[in-house]
């Protein structure tokens, strides 16, 4: 009996407009626009002390823009001006409105640069969403 491993699927890259709230899986090709340091700590973990880093990033694609929460690792790779393949990324939502992320099930990858210029001028970070119930009758 032979071993066969399933083929790899390729992957089918997003675009920032396409992003939705609480979705995940999504890879994607963008820039980064800017960077801040929102909370750098030292956190006990053993013997040694662990740094803590988490990073909001302006990140984008020709259709838009969206703030990326870059974590520890990640942080060191957020170079405005640098282009990024986010694999598994995920939307996480804070106060209504849309961020990416990349946990440890998914990675950024630094790349080639990119041929496109990021359109600045579409937030999808800025658009509040609103959960509504909906009665069914």
């Known amino acids: 009996m032979a071993d066969t491993k399933p083929a790899k699927r390729k992957p089918v890259f997003k675009k920032v407009i396409e992003l939705q709230p609480d979705t995940k ?23 040694q002390v662990r740094q803590m880093k988490i990073a909001e990033c302006f ?9 990326f929460t870059a ?3 990640q942080v060191d790779l957020m170079k405005p001006g640098a282009t990024l393949i986010l694999r598994n990324a995920k939307i996480d939502m804070f106060k ?11 990675r950024v990858e630094v790349t080639e640069p990119a041929s496109f210029t990021v359109r600045e001028d579409n937030n999808m970070s800025l658009v509040e969403y609103e959960l509504v119930s909906v009665v069914e009758k």
């Open 25 to 47: 899986g999504h890879t994607l090709i963008v820039k980064v626009v800017s960077s801040k340091m929102v909370l750098q700590k030292g956190r006990p973990d053993g013997i």
């Open 71 to 73: 974590r520890n690792e």
């Open 59 to 67: 990140v984008g694609d020709e259709t838009g823009t969206i703030i």
């Open 96 to 106: 209504g409105s849309m961020r990416l992320a990349v946990d440890k099930w998914g």
